[in-house]
C-alpha cells in the first residue's frame, strides 16, 4: 500500500508570531517559492502562502529590497515575479556555470525575425516575407519552435489556411518583459541594431 504521503495544512496566518516576524516569515516563504520555480509565479499563486489580506505587491517590494546588494534579483516578468541572476554576473557565470541549455543562441537574423513576429502576431511566413523581401526558412522557425520562443496562433477556418505564428510566455521571460505591451519602439530596435539587421522591417 502506498504510504500516505500528504502534507500537514499550511498555516498561512501565523498568527502566534509577532506582527515583524510574521511579516519576515511571508517574505521568506515568498522567497522560497520564486526560488524553487522555474516559472513566473503569478500574484495568486504567490497569495497562498501568506496571510489573509496580506499584500503580496509589498511584500514583494520588501523581499525585492532585501535583496539590494545580493547576486540575484526579483524580475516582473510574463504576469508573474521570479529570481533571476543580476547581469552584471552574466560574465561569471559564463565562465564558469554549465549554462549553455540556457542560452538562446539565436543569430541577429533570428532575433530580428523573432522581433517581427512579437510586432505583428499572429503572422505567416508568407506575412513574414514581405517585411524581410525574402523568404523565412523553416529551419529558423524551427529555432524559435524549439527554444519555445515561438508558438503557433490562430489559423483562418478557410481549408488549407496558413499557419501562423505568435510570441509565447516563455519569450517574455527570456526578454524579461512583463507583456507585449513592455516590448521595446522602433528607435530602441534601432539602437539595439536589430531594425539596421532588417532594414525592411516596419514596426510602425
Do not use: C
Not at 107 to 130: C, M, N
Amino acid at each position: 500500500m502506498a504510504k500516505d504521503r500528504s502534507e500537514p495544512e499550511l498555516d498561512r496566518e501565523l498568527s502566534d508570531l509577532p506582527a515583524d516576524l510574521r511579516w519576515r516569515e511571508w517574505m521568506r516563504r515568498i522567497e522560497a517559492v520564486l526560488f524553487a520555480s522555474a516559472s513566473p509565479v503569478p500574484r495568486e499563486d504567490l497569495a497562498r502562502v501568506v496571510g489573509q489580506g496580506a499584500s503580496v505587491d509589498l511584500l514583494v517590494e520588501d523581499l525585492a529590497a532585501d535583496l539590494e546588494g545580493r547576486a540575484f534579483e526579483i524580475a516582473q516578468v510574463a504576469g508573474g515575479w521570479m529570481l533571476r541572476t543580476r547581469a552584471t554576473y552574466a560574465p561569471a557565470i559564463r565562465a564558469a556555470a554549465d549554462v549553455g541549455d540556457q542560452l538562446l543562441d539565436l543569430s541577429e537574423f533570428d532575433v530580428a525575425v523573432l522581433a517581427a513576429i512579437a510586432y505583428h502576431q499572429p503572422i505567416t511566413r508568407d506575412g513574414l516575407k514581405d517585411i524581410f523581401g525574402k523568404e523565412i526558412s523553416r529551419d529558423l522557425i524551427g529555432r524559435l519552435h524549439a527554444r519555445n520562443l515561438i508558438g503557433t496562433g490562430p489559423r483562418s477556418p478557410r481549408r488549407g489556411a496558413p499557419y501562423t505564428f505568435v510570441t509565447t510566455e516563455q519569450f517574455l521571460v527570456a526578454f524579461g518583459l512583463e507583456s507585449l505591451r513592455d516590448l521595446p519602439d522602433r528607435e530602441q530596435l534601432a539602437d539595439a541594431g536589430v531594425v539596421d539587421e532588417a532594414p525592411q522591417v516596419d514596426f510602425g
